[in-house]
């Protein structure tokens, strides 16, 4: 008997398939994934280790749509601001699928590159080694905050119960995906400043 010339699962429709039964509100379970893609669990498991396999499928699905090619730019400042804006823009489209692929340890090749990419634009900008890498987890903890952030109301406070000094703030504050965004420049322009001043700092 003939083989079926597209393959009925793989690593990337098993991904594929829970991205989208996450973001649309559900719990990831193995049994109604499976359900979901018309198999059995025992079939998930010839391509995927468990539900850790499965977020990690999800995560390099992300990671090729996103991330695996970044553009060239030349000076640290570039290639941080490129890079961050990436996972950046990936986490905020996906914020339901970052709750769960921070619980699961990274080992895949695109994103390894990631963050390899970072610490040698860090190395490049001037900031010490031993530096290096808590810069690199700061950066990630404002980017996983500043997608999160994606999720909240399009108004985090009421005007009219904010008080003489919020009250007019807020009124001329912007709401929504212009407040996200604004929220995570502002929070960029900060670490890249920081980054600057601890390099000038260390000599």
């Known amino acids: 008997m003939a083989r079926p010339r597209t393959a009925r699962l793989s690593r990337e429709i098993i991904g594929r398939a829970a991205l989208e039964y996450v973001e649309a ?25 468990g539900r850790d396999g499965v977020i990690r499928a999800m995560r390099q699905v992300l990671v090729t749509e996103y991330i695996a090619v970044a553009p060239e730019h030349t000076d640290w400042e570039s290639r941080i ?3 961050v804006e990436l996972t950046w823009r990936m986490y905020a489209d996906h914020p339901r699928a970052l ?13 390894l590159r990631f963050y390899s990419a970072l610490a040698a634009a860090l190395g490049d900008a001037g900031l010490p080694e031993d530096e290096i890498l808590t810069t690199i987890e700061v950066i990630d903890a404002f980017t ?6 994606a999720l ?23 709401s929504g995906a212009e407040r996200n965004r604004r929220v995570f420049d502002r929070g960029l322009d900060f670490i890249i400043a920081g980054v600057r001043s601890r390099a000038a700092a260390r000599g």
Do not use: K, N, W
């Open 99 to 111: 709750e769960l692929m921070l619980t699961v340890v990274i080992d895949e090749p695109d994103v």
């Open 25 to 49: 509100g559900h719990e990831l379970q193995l049994v109604p994934l499976a359900r979901r893609l018309g198999v059995s669990v025992s079939s998930l498991y010839h391509h995927v280790d």
């Open 144 to 149: 996983f905050g500043a997608a999160l952030d």
């Open 81 to 83: 601001r490129s890079e």
């Open 152 to 174: 909240s109301p399009e108004a985090i406070l009421d005007p009219e119960r904010s008080g003489e000094l919020l009250g007019p703030l807020l009124r001329a504050h912007p």
